[in-house]
């Protein structure tokens, strides 16, 4: 549901007690806004109509016109921080909506110490494609709530491990990155963003699924996300990581710079 006073449907600014939820076939996005910019905003806008192009449908706005409609929401409703949906309803309603939802950004203490996570047995249908999976999210929800999780990491079939129920995910082992491939995930803006800066750093990065028996043998786990940026794993169920391994400080430190960097340039 939308927070703060205004929500825009098609190309309408209108108060969020006129909103009504899309049903039918939709795809979305949640970007983040960080001193009034709409972060990585192009590479949203590609994965947004990658999807579509996914279920061989198209979406009948450019990308300017969507960075518009974003900025529009930003300034109606005086927000500096925050997360946006924006979605398009292809089937029956075929609009376009975008609002500020509800956000949980980890604190300080969080990024240093880790977080705590656990398996979920589960697959998504169409990795690949954003969009709405219920039953994925309720089991996902359930779950967190009851077990006091940050995040719960899927296991699809022979035990190999995918990525978080809204994250991507990172294995360390030795010298290198290990990470799924794209096929077999949402490949995440963040995700994008850390392979990039590790590209720079000579940080060796292995696309493969690590299966649930090799999680004793790895040395420190990540999340990539929107929210949690980039956040340290210190637990998946009973077995412990090192959060503080100089690897995972290097690019949580080098992925602000990259959020700084882009809000400097979009500001200048």
């Given at each position: 549901m939308p927070i703060h006073s205004f929500f825009i449907q098609d190309d309408l600014i209108l108060p969020v007690d006129a909103y009504t939820?899309?049903?039918?076939?939709?795809?979305?996005?949640?970007?983040?806004?960080?001193?009034?910019?709409?972060?990585?905003?192009?590479?949203?806008?590609?994965?947004?109509?990658?999807?579509?192009?996914?279920?061989?449908?198209?979406?009948?706005?450019?990308?300017?016109?969507?960075?518009?409609?974003?900025?529009?929401?930003?300034?109606?409703?005086?927000?500096?921080?925050?997360?946006?949906?924006?979605?398009?309803?292809?089937?029956?309603?075929?609009?376009?909506?975008?609002?500020?939802?509800?956000?949980?950004?980890?604190?300080?203490e969080l990024v240093t110490k880790g977080v705590s996570c656990g398996l979920l047995h589960a697959e998504r249908y169409d990795p690949n494609v954003k969009a709405v999976q219920a039953n994925l999210r309720e089991m996902a929800d359930k779950l967190i709530r009851e077990e006091g999780w940050y995040e719960v990491i899927l296991v699809k079939e022979g035990g190999l491990i995918t990525e978080g129920s809204r994250s991507n995910l990172f294995f360390v082992k030795g010298n290198e990155l290990i990470t799924a491939p794209d096929e077999d995930i949402l490949p995440g803006i963040t995700r994008k963003k850390v392979i990039e800066i590790a590209g720079r750093k000579g940080i060796a990065v292995t696309y493969r699924m690590v299966n649930e028996s090799e999680l004793p043998s790895m040395q420190a786990v990540f999340i990539t996300g929107t929210s949690p940026k980039v956040l340290p794993i210190l637990s998946i169920g009973k077995l412990e990581f090192k959060p503080a391994l100089p690897v995972v400080r290097e690019l949580v430190d080098a992925y602000d710079q990259e959020i700084e960097a882009f809000i400097r340039e979009s500001q200048a």
């Open positions: 939820p899309n049903f039918g076939i939709e795809i979305y996005e949640v970007i983040r806004v960080i001193n009034g910019v709409p972060l990585f905003i192009d590479d949203h806008l590609q994965r947004f109509t990658h999807s579509a192009w996914l279920l061989h449908l198209e979406i009948p706005l450019t990308g300017h016109e969507v960075s518009e409609r974003l900025k529009s929401l930003i300034q109606a409703n005086r927000i500096e921080t925050g997360n946006i949906r924006f979605s398009w309803c292809f089937r029956p309603c075929g609009r376009f909506q975008a609002y500020f939802i509800p956000h949980h950004y980890p604190d300080a």
